[in-house]
């Protein structure tokens, strides 16, 4: 067989891996589509280069790869809140993305996007040592299910306010001041995301 040459476009290749691991492995239904537009209005917001602002894009949509596998037997939830298995969702996503055709940020961005602004992450990296994208992606993912999808099961009406609270409960805890204050920022502007 002849060695032939596909012409794919990579988001529409990503989106499509990130609606698959969706389905096939029972996690949240279009939540890292979700996450990936609430990154790249932030990334947006804070006037990042095309090439960042599309890495952070394609990096969203596929940080939850690493609760594929071996790691599907657990639920969101106990990922999240178990600080090994959250390790251990990180290191296996970085694992598979640095076998995919990608930009190395990527695999960065991946790697730590569970870390926390004050350093009680899963790596210890604290502060600026964390890549800016993958605090991007862990304020749009955390908002995303401990937010938004909460609202939403409770049928409740998302008001600006409330937004506001949720954030500062966690600003220069979890999450960045600067992000904040562009994602409350695009809060504000865009209604797709409240």
């Known amino acids: 067989m002849k060695n032939e040459i596909l012409n794919i ?21 279009g939540h890292s589509r979700r996450t990936a537009y609430i990154a ?10 095309e090439e960042e602002i599309v890495n952070t894009y394609y990096a969203s949509l596929i940080h939850d790869i690493g609760m594929a596998g071996q790691m599907s037997r657990y ?14 969702h ?3 996503g970085g694992k598979v993305v640095s076998k995919l055709p990608l930009s190395s ?12 602004w004050d350093g009680s992450g899963v790596y210890g990296l ?11 992606i862990h304020l749009a993912d955390f908002f995303e299910l401990f937010f938004l999808r909460r609202h939403e099961e409770m049928e409740q009406k998302i008001e600006l306010e409330l937004v506001k609270e949720w954030i500062n409960t966690y600003k220069n805890k979890m999450f960045n001041e600067e992000i904040c204050v562009a ?12």
């Open 105 to 116: 940020d990527i695999i960065d961005y991946i790697l730590y996007h569970h870390e926390e």
């Open 126 to 136: 604290s502060g600026d040592d964390i890549p800016l994208p993958a605090q991007i």
């Open 40 to 49: 790249y209005t932030i990334a947006k917001e804070m006037n990042f280069s």
């Open 90 to 92: 990180c290191s296996l």
């Open 9 to 29: 476009k990579l988001g529409q290749l990503l989106s499509s891996l990130s609606l698959a691991l969706d389905i096939a492995e029972n996690r949240y239904f």
């Open 75 to 88: 639920s969101v939830i106990e990922i999240h809140f178990d600080d090994v298995l959250k390790k251990d």
């Open 183 to 194: 994602f409350l920022s695009i809060i504000e502007k865009d209604k797709v995301l409240v």
